[in-house]
Structure formats: structure tokens, C-alpha cells
């Protein structure tokens, strides 16, 4: 079965298609501006319509509607996936499954699979940042939520007087944690927090489970924090669709739009 899987966060969509083999080319773009007419464009065109379509969205009800009436104007069924209590090898440890970001889980799913028998710290960098634990049994142990890099940047840039009109040109002198400008010190101070924010969770996640956790990193920020993190790590971009593709193939409690 040919299937379309989308992930679509706050800023950014990233889609591909899935042939019950292989994942084809991955693409991405910023949503922000579309309407029906630009998913059904982008995302269908002029190539063989996909038999079904599988969404993580985290975008709100208004780009799922629009989503949703793309796929409905193209003839293509369109699934969104739920968060249950348990699916794909993977048991969420929410109290309440449902308030658990659909994009985290469908990573863990995608980061349990690609990772079989480790213990995982799932991170996603987009404009917030998340860390899950997931132990090498599939068990989700809970998260932790901070702003991103770029959330903290804005939140600085657009709540400060002095640090805003400091901010504005002049050389980056970005090397290291210590800026030789303020721009540098607020971007790499971003960084290195987000970074070691990670650090941190690796060291309680190896004393809860009495095992080194690998940090699989995704997301559009991902590659600036990389380089920052010390403990082990690996960069999967794609890790929602890869988690995507896992649950394309299993009965999973999803809503029909």
C-alpha cells in the first residue's frame, strides 16, 4: 500500500512517501502561509495519488482542517494518529496518555525501532525542545519540555530593551560558549543550555535505569546543539516519519478527518 506520511509541526511540514518497503526522498518546507490548495499542490501534485495518508500533527486544529480538506478534495483518506497507552512496542508513561505530544510519541516509536534493545533519550529541537526516556523495553518514563535555541533567542530579543538594541549587527564573534557580542553570547548561550539541559537528563536517566541512555536528536535545530551535547548521540532528521512508517503497518487507534 502506497502511503503518504506527513509530520507537521508549529513551523515546518515534512512529508514522504512510503511504498510498504521503502521510504522515498524526504521533503520539507515552512507551512505557515499555505492553504488547502498549497497541501494539495505540494503534497500530492501531479505524481500516482498515495492510497492513504498518515499525519503527526502538532499544528492545531485549523492546519488540520486544511490538511484534512486536501486530502478529501484528492481523494486520498486521511488518518491522524492518537497517542494510546500502548502501540508499536512502545508504553507511554503519561498519566494521561493523550497530553503527550503526538510528534514525541511517534519519535519514541521511531527511535525504539531504528535503536532495538537500548534505552534512548528521544530528542526533539524544533521551536521548543523535548526530551523523552525510553527504556530499552519500549517503556516511556516521562519528558522534559524547555524552549528551544531559537524560542529562547526570541523570547530575549522581544521582552528585553538593552539586550534587543545590543543585539542588532555587528560582528557575531561566535566561538564558544564566552560571545564576543551580544547576539554571540544569547545564540550560543541558547546552545550550550539546551545542550546541557540534554547532559542532564542523560545523568538522571543512567541512575534511574543503571544504563547509559543514547541520545537520538531530531529536529530543525538539532544540528546547531549536536556538536554541544557530551554525552553519546546520534542525529536521525526524519525520526517522525521513520515512526510513522512503523505505525503505517500496524492497527493503531487513529482519527479520520
Same mark, same amino acid.
Given at each position: 500500500?502506497?502511503?503518504?506520511?506527513?509530520?507537521?509541526?508549529?513551523?515546518?511540514?515534512?512529508?514522504?512517501?512510503?511504498?510498504?518497503?521503502?521510504?522515498? %526522498?524526504?521533503? +520539507?518546507?515552512?507551512?505557515?502561509?499555505? /492553504?488547502?490548495?498549497?497541501? *494539495? =499542490? $505540494?503534497?500530492?501534485? @501531479? !505524481? #500516482?495519488?498515495?492510497?492513504?495518508?498518515?499525519? %503527526?500533527?502538532? +499544528?492545531?486544529?485549523?492546519?488540520?482542517? /486544511?490538511?484534512?480538506?486536501? *486530502? =478529501? $478534495?484528492?481523494?486520498? @483518506? !486521511? #488518518?491522524?494518529?492518537?497517542?494510546?497507552?500502548? %502501540?508499536?512496542?512502545?508504553?507511554?508513561?503519561?498519566?494521561?496518555?493523550?497530553?503527550?505530544?503526538?510528534? $514525541?510519541?511517534?519519535?519514541?516509536?521511531?527511535?525504539?525501532?531504528?535503536?532495538?534493545?537500548?534505552?534512548?533519550?528521544?530528542?526533539?529541537?524544533?521551536?521548543?525542545?523535548?526530551?523523552?526516556?525510553?527504556?530499552?523495553?519500549?517503556?516511556?518514563?516521562?519528558?522534559?519540555?524547555?524552549?528551544?535555541?531559537?524560542?529562547?533567542?526570541?523570547?530575549?530579543?522581544?521582552?528585553?530593551?538593552?539586550?534587543?538594541?545590543?543585539?542588532?549587527?555587528?560582528?557575531?564573534?561566535?566561538?564558544?560558549?564566552?560571545?564576543?557580542?551580544?547576539?554571540?553570547?544569547?545564540?550560543?548561550?541558547?546552545?550550550?543550555?539546551?545542550?546541557?539541559?540534554?547532559?542532564?537528563?542523560?545523568?538522571?536517566?543512567?541512575?534511574?535505569?543503571?544504563?547509559?541512555?543514547?541520545?537520538?536528536?531530531?529536529?530543525?535545530?538539532?544540528?546547531?546543539?549536536?556538536?554541544?551535547?557530551?554525552?553519546?548521540?546520534?542525529?536521525?532528521?526524519?525520526?517522525?516519519?521513520?515512526?510513522?512508517?512503523?505505525?503505517?503497518?500496524?492497527?493503531?487507534?487513529?482519527?479520520?478527518?
Amino acid at each position: 500500500m502506497r502511503v503518504l506520511l506527513v509530520d507537521i509541526g508549529n513551523t515546518r511540514i515534512k512529508w514522504a512517501r512510503f511504498d510498504g518497503d521503502r521510504l522515498g %526522498a524526504r521533503r +520539507a518546507a515552512v507551512h505557515s502561509a499555505w /492553504r488547502s490548495p498549497d497541501y *494539495a =499542490r $505540494r503534497l500530492f501534485g @501531479p !505524481a #500516482r495519488l498515495p492510497e492513504g495518508m498518515l499525519v %503527526a500533527s502538532v +499544528a492545531g486544529s485549523r492546519v488540520d482542517r /486544511r490538511l484534512a480538506a486536501a *486530502a =478529501r $478534495r484528492a481523494g486520498v @483518506p !486521511a #488518518r491522524f494518529v492518537t497517542v494510546p497507552r500502548r %502501540a508499536a512496542g512502545v508504553t507511554v508513561g503519561y498519566l494521561e496518555p493523550w497530553r503527550l505530544g503526538v510528534d $514525541r510519541f511517534v519519535a519514541a516509536v521511531g527511535a525504539h525501532h531504528l535503536f532495538k534493545g537500548v534505552a534512548t533519550c528521544v530528542v526533539g529541537v524544533g521551536t521548543a525542545m523535548t526530551i523523552d526516556l525510553i527504556t530499552a523495553a519500549g517503556r516511556h518514563r516521562g519528558g522534559v519540555i524547555i524552549p528551544a535555541p531559537g524560542l529562547m533567542v526570541d523570547t530575549l530579543l522581544n521582552n528585553t530593551h538593552g539586550i534587543r538594541r545590543r543585539a542588532r549587527g555587528g560582528a557575531s564573534g561566535a566561538t564558544g560558549l564566552f560571545g564576543r557580542s551580544t547576539r554571540a553570547a544569547i545564540v550560543q548561550g541558547s546552545r550550550y543550555a539546551a545542550a546541557a539541559t540534554i547532559d542532564r537528563a542523560v545523568e538522571e536517566a543512567s541512575t534511574l535505569l543503571a544504563r547509559r541512555p543514547l541520545v537520538v536528536l531530531t529536529g530543525g535545530e538539532a544540528p546547531a546543539v549536536r556538536p554541544l551535547v557530551r554525552s553519546p548521540c546520534v542525529g536521525v532528521p526524519d525520526l517522525v516519519l521513520r515512526g510513522l512508517v512503523v505505525l503505517s503497518q500496524l492497527p493503531q487507534p487513529l482519527r479520520r478527518r
